[in-house]
């Protein structure tokens, strides 16, 4: 995870607010302190009012970092992310970041990286891609939806889509469309998979992984209430070296965790 002392929470202007899909949103935040030392995977606390309701902070994984800008992208699910997707230009939040740690993308053990989302999932992806992209790597995202409306495609490259109605690409679930691309995917340079998306989905992808014995990393995702590991609210079980099972707090150890910590 990043430094504790590269934390910052500050008040951060609104930028921009640009609607995506019927419920995404990315919104662009003014916060340099944030964006200079952010790296792919790291995520951001968002108070998204300045009153008590809602009480606590909401996590959003960084979607891009432009110069003195981060883009978070936001699903409106509840009161808290509408009352943040409503925000005006111009006006202010306070922001708890960088937090977490970041994927592991300094290894020389994979030539190309394969990128599997699932609807929101997509949110680190950009950040992840430039990144990757910017040391050499060969980057492909695989990203899935139930149908094509749910495909969060924004500004990725290389992309390959799977639908379980058929409505945009590979009829099927990303996991299977990973199945059947993964011969030809191999032939491309050594593969590293990095996921994120709703956790059952991970889960799937941290057996199909281990089963291919491919290299894997998962960002998953839970409720985050403080996001520095004093509220013990995003704790998760992980495999334990001993073969037992460990609980992690997420914001402190994840979110971003090798997905052999989930294989079954």
Do not use: W
Not at 193 to 207: Q, S, T, Y
Not at 221 to 250: A, F, N, Q, W
């Amino acid at each position: 995870m990043p430094e504790t002392n590269s934390i910052v929470d500050i008040r951060a202007t609104v930028v921009q607010i640009r609607r995506i899909s019927t419920a995404v949103t990315i919104i662009t935040l003014d916060c340099p302190a944030i964006a200079v030392t952010a790296k792919p995977g790291n995520f951001v606390n968002v108070k998204v009012n300045d009153t008590t309701l809602p009480l606590l902070r909401r996590p959003f994984s960084i979607h891009n970092v432009r110069g003195s800008l981060i883009d978070i992208m936001v699903k409106s699910i509840g009161p808290g992310t509408t009352l943040f997707c409503d925000r005006a230009p111009g006006s202010t939040v306070m922001v708890l970041g960088p937090l977490g740690n970041s994927f592991d993308i300094a290894g020389k053990e994979f030539d190309t990286a394969i990128l599997l989302s699932g609807g929101i999932g997509t949110a680190p992806m950009l950040f992840l891609e430039k990144t990757l992209a910017a040391k050499g790597k060969k980057v492909i995202n695989l990203i899935g939806g139930q149908s094509k409306e749910d495909i969060l495609a924004g500004e990725l490259s290389n992309c390959r889509f799977a639908t379980d109605d058929g409505s945009a690409g590979f009829r099927g679930n990303v996991v299977e469309l990973l199945h059947s691309e993964l011969a030809a995917l191999k032939k491309e340079g050594r593969p590293k998979v990095f996921a994120c998306g709703p956790n059952a989905m991970l889960k799937a992808v941290a057996r199909y992984c281990h089963e291919q014995q491919l290299a894997a990393e998962v960002s998953l995702e839970s409720v985050m209430g403080c996001g520095i590991g004093i509220c013990y609210g995003c704790s998760v079980e992980v495999k334990s070296p001993d073969g037992g099972l460990r609980t992690i707090l997420l914001c402190r150890e994840g979110p971003v965790i090798d997905a052999k910590l989930l294989a079954v």
